[in-house]
């Protein structure tokens, strides 16, 4: 009789529970360990690509998330008092990628994977941490409050501040300040009518995109010194874009303190050695934290989980398919951010003006920042859907 092969997932974020269902689909028997006391992340949308997406095909979740979630494109990007710089379109998008971007809450993705796995799956309020890594030889072993586990393959999904990573690559520097904070909201807006727009000033951004469910998701970021909070983040938000175009006043009148979230952003700015180590795979934040510019995070992350799945007996295959992709996202990402949040008045303006110009020319720019990116396939089927075809 064949022994069945035993993942242990450190993490129950979107990219743990995305690598747990295919690991799961593979025929492992798979153990999550979340050290949070349940699954639900806090209040805030994620945007998924064309890639995401199709790599969700390959655990059959896919079509779900396209029908829940609220197609992007329809827009632009705007200066604070109006105008647009740039305007695009979701048909568009889905035509140039071969599928939409779309926008949803975490917490559905989040019920949906786990809704993938058998019941006991999933232990939350479980601290783990790697034991050893293991070998060709031996397996890799994860203590827990409950004991230890011995694990033909360990994933590490536990996140910016992984510890995992720190034993596995105790010399690399870690994740290092961006430079700039972020805010999120997602709240209902009543009455607000608006085409889902990102906004650039001299040091700050500020985007807004309706839900499917009729709420609104909103962010912001600035340029500010690493650590910084305020009393009220809401009044801290009218501050910075109260004068700004509609909506976002309006948003910002329909929240309340408690629903704006704040977070300085951090990003690995040094790669990585390897996303492997013995039996045991880092892969998201983990593995390749960048800024949220392009909003490819949790977008690689998924990439990750299905690669990995496909690679779970071969860890350096993982390593050679996986980092160089990040990087080269990770390293665009922090470009954008350079872009979008430059802070000297002359070159803000020579940036807009030359934002307007060449969307004149060249309507699909923002679109061409995405090939080599949305246009990504997962390395098994199925990954076509019928829903993502135009026509």
Known sequence: MTRTERAVVIGGGIGGLTAAAALHRRGLHVTVLERAPSLQPVGAGISLSPNALRALDVIGLGDPIRDLAAWQGDGG??????????????????????????????????????????????????????????????????????????????????????????????RHPGPVYSGFTTWRLLIPVPGVDFASHETWGRGRIWGTHPLKDGRVYAYAAA??????????????????????????????????????????????????????????????????????TLGQGGNQAVEDAIVLAHHHDDLGAYTAARLPRTTAVARQAVRIARLNLMTGRVGTAVRDTAIAGLSKVRPALFLRGFDGIADWRPPQPPYASEHTQVG
Do not use: C, K
């Open 77 to 170: 990007v705007r200066t604070p008092g109006g105008r647009w710089l740039s305007r695009s379109s979701a048909r568009a998008a889905a035509e140039r990628f071969g599928g939409p971007l779309v926008l949803l809450h975490r917490a559905t993705l989040i019920d949906h994977l786990a809704a993938q796995l058998p019941p006991d799956t999933v232990r939350t309020a479980a601290d783990a941490r790697l034991v050893d890594p293991g070998d060709e030889n031996w397996p890799a072993r994860v203590r827990t409050p409950d004991g230890e586990l011995a694990a033909d393959l360990v994933v590490a999904a536990d996140g910016l501040r992984s510890a995992v990573r720190g034993t596995l690559f105790p």
């Open 223 to 292: 340029v500010t010194p690493a650590g910084g909070h305020a009393a009220d983040e809401r009044a801290e938000l009218l501050h910075r874009y109260g004068d700004w175009h509609d909506p976002i006043p309006a948003v910002l009148a329909a929240a309340r303190p408690e629903d704006v979230l704040r977070h300085d952003v951090h990003h690995i700015a040094e790669p990585l050695p390897a996303f492997h180590r013995g039996r045991v795979a880092l892969l998201g934040d983990a593995a390749h934290a960048m800024p949220p």
